[in-house]
C-alpha cells in the first residue's frame, strides 16, 4: 500500500503530513511534495540539532532495491565509488550517478543490505530520472524495485541521537559503526532500519520503516523532551555548515565531479564504469572553474547573488545562508579554478551592497558530536 498522498494542487504528502499539522508546521512546495520548512524556527531549530536532538521528515526521498546475482557487477559499472569498499552486508557509501559525459545526474547512499543485494537512497527531485537510468542498464540477472512510495525515512540527529534510539530498541541493541545500517524493533514492535548516516555533521540515524508505522516512529521519538522536531530550512543550514553538497545548488546535470569537488567519490582503479572516460579527461587537464567554499562578512549570501573579483563578476552563489553556529554569512560558488585557492578574496552583491567573502576550507563548523567519529 503507497504511503503517498496527493494534495489539490497535485504535490504529494508523506505519511507524516497530519503529524506536520498538528506540530503548526510551515508547508512548503519542494521536489514534488508538500514538506515542513520549519515548525518554531530555523535557527531554533538548528541549534537543537547542534546541541540536543532534532528529527527531520525525510520520507519523499526515493528509495530503490537493487538484487540479484549480477547486483555487484552492475552497481559497480553504473556507480563512480568502488564498491569493494563496501564488501562487508551493513556497510554504506557515498557515490555518484553520472552520464557518459561526466555531468553529475545524482548524488546516492549505497547500502550493502543483503546477499546479492543493495539499497539507494536517492534524491526525491531525481526519482523517476534514475530508476529509468538504471533500469535502462540493468542485465537480465539484476532486478530493480522503486520502493519509495511504501518506504519512510526518518533522521534523528543530535548528540543525544544515539541514546534515545539505544532506549526505544532496548539495552542490548548496539549501534552500527558510522556510515553502517543494521536492524532494530523500536519500542518492541516497529521493524526498522537503522542506519548511522546523516546530513548535518551530527551524530545519528536515519531511520527507515513501512509508511503505515512512521506516525507511530515519530510520535516515539517525539516523546523525548530532548528531540525537537525540524524543517527543511535547519537541514539547509546544518548541511552547508559541513561543506556537504545539495543536489540543485551545488552540483546538477551541468558539472562534473572534478569542477564539483568531488573527486574523492569517483575511483580511480576499478576499471571502466558510465562517465569514466570523460572525468578522466577533466582530471587530466584541470576543470575550467571550482566549487569554493566562502566565508562571507557584511551580509547572508543567497542563491544566485554574484561574486566579484576586482570588481569583475566571475560567479555565483550556489548555496547561501546565515551559519546560526558561526552567526556569520556562509556560501558555496563556482569560479574559474584560477581563483579557487584558499584565501582568495570576493565580494558578494547582496542587492545594493557588497559584502567581502574568503575562499576557506569545508568545513565551516569543525567541531560536532561527529567530530572523531571514524568510518570504517
Aim: aromatic share 8%; proline share 5%; charged share 25%.
Amino acid at each position: 500500500m503507497s504511503g503517498v498522498q496527493r494534495s489539490d494542487r497535485g504535490l504529494k504528502r508523506t505519511s507524516l503530513y497530519e503529524e506536520h499539522l498538528a506540530l503548526g508546521a510551515r508547508m512548503v512546495p519542494f521536489a514534488g511534495f508538500e514538506m515542513p520548512v520549519q515548525y518554531a524556527g530555523i535557527i531554533e531549530e538548528h541549534r537543537a540539532v547542534r546541541s540536543r536532538a532534532g528529527i527531520f521528515d525525510v520520507s519523499h526521498m526515493a528509495e530503490f532495491r537493487v538484487f540479484g546475482f549480477g547486483a555487484f557487477e552492475f552497481l559497480q559499472r553504473a556507480l563512480t565509488n568502488d564498491l569493494r569498499k563496501i564488501s562487508e552486508i551493513g556497510q554504506a557509501q557515498y557515490t555518484l550517478l553520472l552520464d557518459e559525459q561526466g555531468a553529475i545526474l545524482d548524488d546516492l547512499i549505497v547500502y550493502h543490505s543483503g546477499d546479492l543485494e543493495y539499497f539507494i537512497i536517492a534524491n526525491a527531485s531525481n526519482r523517476e530520472q534514475d530508476f529509468d537510468f538504471l533500469k535502462r542498464q540493468a542485465p537480465d540477472d539484476v532486478e530493480l524495485v522503486d520502493e519509495s512510495d511504501r518506504t519512510a525515512l526518518i533522521a534523528l540527529q543530535g548528540p543525544e541521537a544515539l541514546r534515545i534510539v539505544s532506549e526505544l530498541v532496548g539495552p542490548d541493541w548496539i549501534a552500527p559503526d558510522r556510515f553502517c545500517i543494521g536492524e532494530g524493533l523500536l519500542d518492541g514492535a516497529v521493524p526498522c532500519l537503522i542506519a548511522r548516516t546523516g546530513y548535518t555533521g551530527e551524530d545519528g540515524v536515519e531511520i527507515v520503516c513501512r509508511s503505515s508505522d512512521a506516525p507511530v516512529v515519530w510520535r516515539l521519538l517525539l516523546s523525548f523532551s530532548e528531540v525537537t522536531p525540524c524543517g527543511l530550512g535547519a537541514r539547509d543550514t546544518l548541511r552547508l555548515e559541513m561543506g556537504y553538497h545539495l543536489y540543485g545548488s551545488d552540483m546538477d546535470r551541468g558539472v562534473d565531479p572534478i569542477s564539483a569537488g568531488l573527486g574523492w567519490v569517483v575511483a580511480k582503479d576499478k576499471g571502466d564504469f558510465v562517465g569514466h572516460g570523460a572525468v578522466q579527461r577533466i582530471r587530466d587537464e584541470g576543470p575550467e572553474r571550482r566549487l569554493v567554499f566562502l566565508s562571507v562578512v557584511g551580509g547572508i549570501p543567497r542563491h544566485g547573488f554574484p561574486v566579484l573579483h576586482g570588481g569583475v563578476e566571475v560567479g555565483k552563489v550556489a548555496s547561501g545562508t546565515f551559519s546560526p553556529t558561526l552567526e556569520t554569512g556562509i556560501a558555496t560558488a563556482y569560479v574559474p579554478a584560477g581563483l579557487s585557492s584558499l584565501g582568495t578574496t570576493f565580494e558578494v552583491a547582496i542587492r545594493a551592497k557588497k559584502a567581502s567573502a574568503t575562499a576557506v576550507k569545508p568545513p565551516f563548523v569543525t567541531s560536532t558530536s561527529l567530530s572523531g567519529v571514524q568510518t570504517p
